[in-house]
């Protein structure tokens, strides 16, 4: 009849179990709210053991910590949910066995006297001992440690009988199970609630971003304009209350060189506006503590303090009721250009660190407009006076082509005067001879005239005048024809200086001419001119400018090759090469130094300044060589090698190239 009795009441108590396991799982299906579920699942437990001291505690691998997500206790005060306790070692707590080793614990009050139990850790409290402690591991399907389910008693009389442990054991494991849905879907549920969440800061950041790059496209493009000033400002101001709270806002401009700052805008509900233009001395304010540090500062009304106290800024001028204070610094090339500030007077407006990211962010931008735009102005003003100075400069220099012009017409004129006065010259010699030739003539006539009135002939007297008279004739024409070839050469060459005609001649011919006609000139000077040139050659070509590069390159080699020197020898050679000329002008002279080669055809350099030379003479030569006869001209000279002037020059100079 006994066992009857027991069997069924072990019946009883196992349908009871299985109805508190149902109830449990349906409430893993209804239940979000944990907290709520573990104090049902206590209660469904109440009704089957035991339970006025229960627990539970849940473990997180990740930094190997516990927290006591439910804890009920006769003696023991509630444990904070939050608060979590470090697992290094089994020996922690009997809690921390269960976990760590993921076995069953069951002890009584005499094991917890034992020395194998000994629990270690400082940090753990662990509480009033009990009478009976049964702890069950809260396994995962995949066999990973969710926890430890923990009930325990502190009377003696309330033992858990080996049957109580077995019950506890399969109503754990079933709470594992519910445990693993419950806390999986709310972990689900918080990652979707915490993805919504940084979808939403997502989307904000966003929108705030497109706001804060159209923005600084606004204020790039309004400073690329001729807006004023003040425009820009006003827009810079617009564009950061639409990203934060800017109801007071200035802008501060960094003059480094005189140590001083101005306000060219400024907003403010407490302080009145500064004279946009009106300059202070540079004080350490937070202001100039942005300057300082180069760096964005965020300030509430401590920091103030301490800043004061560390001596960092003295008191601060105006306005000292602000609770949050941003300053950021526009840097341009390593250069403080200024700071733009942002305060708020409100209590529950408080400015943060992502606002000062966004406000540092806005400052470097705007610093570039600004600098942008003022480069551009100062480009416009720099170009305005490049305009004017331009229209100067070019005013300059046609009166200096008109007067460089001018010159080498006179320099023409000169070697044509110097022409002149070598040929009026050398015909008079000629002409002397031939006046002393007709003086005797005359005289021989006479003397006839008065042998014929007396009728005084005398063969022998005949025959020694006839002879004079002879030699006489042919002095006289061998002066006359001298003469008229020096003329000759002359009229040709004074024409082609003076007309400046294109004509055909010969080249050959035409360097005898030119040679002929400084005839006087080479008379007398420390030096011979040897003329290396082929007959035929013909050229159709300005043989006026021919004459003068010719000329002015014997004078120079005259001038200046043979100073100190009592002889030398000037050379002219020419040939062809294709359908051009090539002339060469050397001489065996003292040559000349690096320096002055190199500015030898620069127009009024000479070093004979204080001896007659102008300076055109070789500016006058590169000019009627690569301008007027359309050749190249180039020269080489060392210090005691003499110098040689090259030159090529097309035989027909076509219109083509002297129309471009």
């Known amino acids: 009849m006994d066992d009857n009795v027991q069997l069924r009441s072990r019946v009883r108590r196992l349908e009871a179990v299985q109805a508190m396991l149902l109830h449990v799982g349906r409430l893993s299906c209804t239940s979000h709210d944990l907290d709520g579920f573990l104090a049902a699942v206590h209660e469904a437990v109440g009704r089957i053991l035991y339970a006025e001291n229960f627990f539970v505690a849940l473990y997180d691998p990740a930094d190997s910590t516990i927290r006591f997500a439910y804890f009920v206790d006769e003696i023991d005060p509630p444990e904070d949910p939050t608060h979590r306790y470090p697992l290094r070692a089994p020996n ?24 194998h139990w000994n629990w270690a850790s400082p940090e753990w409290q662990t509480g009033t001992d009990a009478a009976h402690w049964i702890g069950m591991p809260l396994r995962l399907s ?24 077995a019950l506890f054991g399969q109503i754990a494991d079933h709470i594992s199970t519910t445990l693993e849905i419950l806390t999986a879907t709310q972990r689900l549920e918080q990652a979707i609630t915490e993805r919504t969440r940084q979808l939403k800061l997502e989307v904000s950041e966003r929108r705030k971003a497109e706001e804060l790059q159209r923005g600084i496209y606004e204020i790039a493009a309004l400073s690329a304009t001729d807006a004023t000033l003040d425009e820009v400002y006003r827009t810079v101001h617009d564009v950061t209350s639409r990203l934060l709270y800017a109801r007071n ?36 304010g937070l202001t100039s503590y942005v300057v300082r540090t180069r760096q964005p500062q965020l300030v509430d009304r401590e920091r103030r ?15 000292l009721g602000f609770y949050s204070w941003m300053g950021a610094p526009m840097i341009v090339a390593e250069r403080v250009y200024g700071v733009i500030v942002v305060q708020s007077y409100d209590p529950a407006i408080r400015h943060d660190e992502a606002d000062l990211a966004l406000l540092a962010y806005m400052a470097t931008h705007v610093a570039g407009a600004l600098s942008r735009r003022d480069a551009d102005v100062r480009l416009r003003e720099a170009a305005e006076q490049l305009g004017r100075r331009n229209v100067e400069l070019t005013s300059t220099l046609d009166q200096l082509r008109d007067t460089q012009g001018e010159l080498v017409r006179q320099e023409k004129l000169a070697s044509l005067g110097g022409l002149v006065a070598g040929i009026a010259h050398e015909i008079n010699t000629p002409l002397g001879i031939c006046v002393t030739a007709t003086t005797h003539v005359q005289s021989e006539l006479r003397q006839w005239r008065a042998w014929h ?76 001119v040897q003329v290396d040139c082929r007959p035929g050659i013909v050229m159709d070509s300005f043989p006026g400018a021919l004459s003068q590069v010719v000329t002015n390159l014997v004078m120079n080699s005259l001038l200046h090759a043979f100073d100190g020197r009592d002889s030398g020898t000037i050379r002219i050679a020419c040939g062809t090469d294709g359908d051009d000329v090539v002339l060469d002008v050397s001489d065996d002279g003292i040559g000349m130094s690096a320096d002055d080669l190199k500015r030898f055809f620069d127009p009024f350099f000479t070093t004979k300044r204080g001896s007659g030379g102008t300076g055109l003479g070789a500016h006058v030569v590169f000019n009627q060589v690569t301008n007027v006869l359309g050749g190249t001209i180039r020269v080489t000279s060392a210090p005691g090698a003499g110098m040689q002037v090259q030159m090529r020059m097309p035989r027909t100079r076509s219109e083509a190239a002297m129309a471009g």
């Open 92 to 115: 922690d707590s009997a809690t921390a066995w269960v976990i760590l080793k993921g076995e069953p614990l069951n002890l009584t009050a005499a094991d917890f006297t034992l020395s």
């Open 142 to 165: 995949d066999g990973r440690i969710l926890g430890a389910l923990v009930i325990q008693s502190y009377h003696a009389d309330r033992m858990y009988t080996d049957e109580d442990v």
């Open 249 to 284: 806002f200035f802008i501060m401009l960094h003059h480094e060189e005189e140590q001083e700052f101005n306000f060219p805008y400024s907003v403010d509900e407490f302080e009145d506006t500064f004279p946009p233009d009106q300059r202070f001395p540079i004080w350490r």
């Open 305 to 319: 303090a301490q800043l004061v106290l560390d001596g960092e800024i003295q008191e601060s001028k105006g306005h």
């Open 453 to 528: 009135e007396t009728d005084n002939f005398d063969a022998t007297k005949i025959d020694v005048m006839l002879d004079d008279l002879g030699v006489a004739m042919h002095i006289l024409d061998n002066n006359i024809r001298r003469g008229a070839e020096l003329v000759r050469s002359f009229k040709q060459i004074a024409s082609d200086q003076s007309s400046g005609q294109r004509r055909t001649f010969d080249l050959a011919a035409y360097l005898d001419e030119i040679l002929l006609s400084l005839k006087p000139k080479l008379k007398h000077a420390p030096c011979t």
